[in-house]
């Protein structure tokens, strides 16, 4: 029986995957073979030496020591485009929070109630204070066109927006799902200079943090409205200030608040509700419990950071699983040892993604512990493993 030690609460919908697969999950699980969090922060120290995979039930993997775990072999993966929508969802309604001083408005009002006035008079003779505007023929500009920056940049073409996109690494599924009346734009420069609306929607990697800093800004269109719904490094802070002061940036719509961001009147910070939603809760939860569970019963690797893609259909009683660092030769050299052992292969497959591969070897026998340290031995191979196919 395999255990999965979860962190943070994780939705039924995808504990009721592995408790049907035979596993043990939760809180206490000790020895675990695998991991499931969302946002806690994962030491290197509390990942077991049993651990095989770390599903993370979000899109980021920040607070997952990524590179601790290439070292060991552990696959890390994720749940690409599960809670796009309700990011999406977010991003939209911050289009008109941030257009319509909305939340002031209703502070405001709420505030009138301790006192004894007439509050319709109330309401007529201050609600021209929080007087806005239309978000209908304004320009969107969406930078980065995943999964999330995709739907955004759709959906507000349907609210009548002007929208163009920016993506140097525009994914075919992008590409594909992305509306013909969205203008693809390959110079940054020119979809900031007259944008209205400015939405961040890339990774937040080594080359990318601090990427919306004094230069770029220096680019936007006076009164631009920013939003952040993808990372808060990504947005220089002090920067982001003097475009305040300087009248670049009227509004900075954020779902990573911090203090330092709190102190200004134009931030409208949002306590980080992007993922949550009891739709995308549950459906991170059910995408990376089906990835670990496949991980561990069949040694399959899908939506994993750190190694490639690679699955291949059973044709064997054996399945034996290998983790490495570039070698194009493991698979050959790991088909030599288990000939040597008289062990047939039935089918195998190696997937190769920068400098890691994944290899899947079908044997018709079982393969002894004393092989699979000679495997494990194989220059490159950082895990190996055998799993037995239930018929």
């Known amino acids: 029986m395999y255990r999965i030690r979860t962190y943070n609460k994780i939705a039924q919908k995808g504990l009721g995957i592995l408790d049907d697969a035979g596993f043990s999950a939760g809180d206490s699980e000790e020895q675990p073979d ?8 994962l030491q290197p120290e509390e990942i077991g030496d ?24 552990i696959v890390v993966f994720n749940a690409p485009g599960a ?13 008109f929070l ?47 066109l995943g999964a999330i920056g995709m739907m955004v ?35 940054l420069s020119e979809i900031l200079k007259d944008a209205d609306y400015i939405t961040i929607h890339i ?39 003097r475009a305040f002061d300087e009248g670049i940036i009227s509004r900075y719509v954020t779902d990573f608040p911090d203090s330092e ?24 939860a059910v995408m990376v419990a089906e990835q670990l569970r496949d991980l561990l019963t069949k040694g399959s690797v899908k939506n994993s950071v750190n190694f490639p893609a690679c699955e291949m259909p059973v044709s064997g009683g054996y399945r034996l699983a290998i983790g490495s660092r570039k070698n194009p030769d493991i698979a050959e050299q790991a088909v030599s040892l288990l000939g040597n052992e008289n062990i047939k292969v039935s089918g195998q497959v190696s997937k190769q993604r920068g400098d890691y591969s994944w290899t899947i070897i079908d044997c018709e026998s079982q393969v002894s512990e004393t092989l699979v340290t000679k495997i494990k031995a194989i220059d490159g191979v950082l895990d190996a493993r055998v799993i037995s196919i239930e018929s």
């Not at 695998?34 to 922060?41: A, H, M």
């Not at 939340?103 to 009138?112: A, D, F, H, L, R």
């Not at 940049?153 to 993506?167: E, F, I, K, Q, T």
Request: glycine share 12%.
């Open 34 to 41: 695998g991991i499931i969090l969302r946002s806690y922060k």
């Open 50 to 73: 049993r651990v095989v995979g770390i599903g993370r039930a979000g899109a980021g993997v920040n607070n997952i020591p990524v590179d601790y775990c290439n070292d060991r072999g």
């Open 83 to 95: 809670n796009a929508n309700g990011v999406k969802e977010l991003v939209l309604s911050s289009l």
């Open 98 to 144: 941030s257009s319509r001083r909305i939340t002031e408005g209703v502070s405001w009002i709420k505030n009138q109630a301790e006192g004894d006035g007439d509050i319709s008079k109330i309401v007529e003779k201050g609600k021209s204070a929080f007087a806005g505007n239309e978000i209908q023929g304004k320009k969107l500009a969406v930078i980065g």
């Open 153 to 187: 940049a759709n959906d507000a073409r349907h609210l009548g927006m002007d929208v163009s996109g920016y993506d140097p690494y525009l994914s075919i599924n992008s590409a594909l799902g992305l509306s013909n009346k969205v203008r693809k734009v390959d110079d």
């Open 203 to 241: 990774p937040l990697l080594e080359n990318t943090r601090g990427f919306f800093n004094k230069d770029l800004m220096k680019k936007m269109k006076p009164g631009v409205k920013l939003l952040n719904f993808a990372r808060g490094g990504l947005v220089v802070t002090k920067d982001l200030f």
């Open 261 to 284: 961001l709190l102190t200004r009147e134009e931030v409208l910070p949002i306590p980080h509700l992007g993922a949550s939603t009891l739709e995308s809760e549950e459906n991170c």
